[in-house]
Nanobody, 115 residues
Framework: QVQLVESGGGLVQPGGSLRLSCAAS????????MAWYRQAPGKERGLVAA???????NYADSVKGRFTISRDNAKNTVYLQMNSLKPEDTAVYYC?????????WGQGTQVTVSS
């Protein structure tokens, strides 16, 4: 199982930006898919963005054009750059890794968008 540690969450004003980081204990070059999910109070956990070994990306419709997922294999880290944040983006954000059939989750980091 890959150990994942998220960081970068916090309080930000609407329209602001935030960058989340997810550091992995293993080389992400060997991880098929890494992704960010989020879960707001009373809501089910849903996919925000994903990136594959080959660099292909996928985004939820609600964040397209505002969020960008990227990976740095040398640092074993995946990032989520969040711009033009909205109050509805408020949630706990979780990092997920799919490595050869084994799913790993980070502990989550809180993102709050409020004035």
């Amino acid at each position: 199982q890959v150990q994942l540690v998220e960081s970068g969450g916090g309080l930000v004003q609407p329209g602001g930006s935030l960058r989340l980081s997810c550091a992995a204990s293993a080389s992400i070059f060997s991880i098929e898919v890494m992704a960010w999910y989020r879960q707001a109070p009373g809501k089910e956990r849903g996919l925000v963005a994903a990136i594959t070994f080959g660099g292909s990306t996928n985004y939820a419709d609600s964040v397209k054009g505002r969020f960008t997922i990227s990976r740095d294999n040398a640092k074993n880290t995946v990032y989520l750059q969040m711009n033009s944040l909205k109050p509805e983006d408020t949630a706990v954000y979780y990092c997920k890794a799919n490595k050869r059939g084994t799913i790993s989750w980070g502990q989550g980091t809180q993102v709050t968008v409020s004035s």
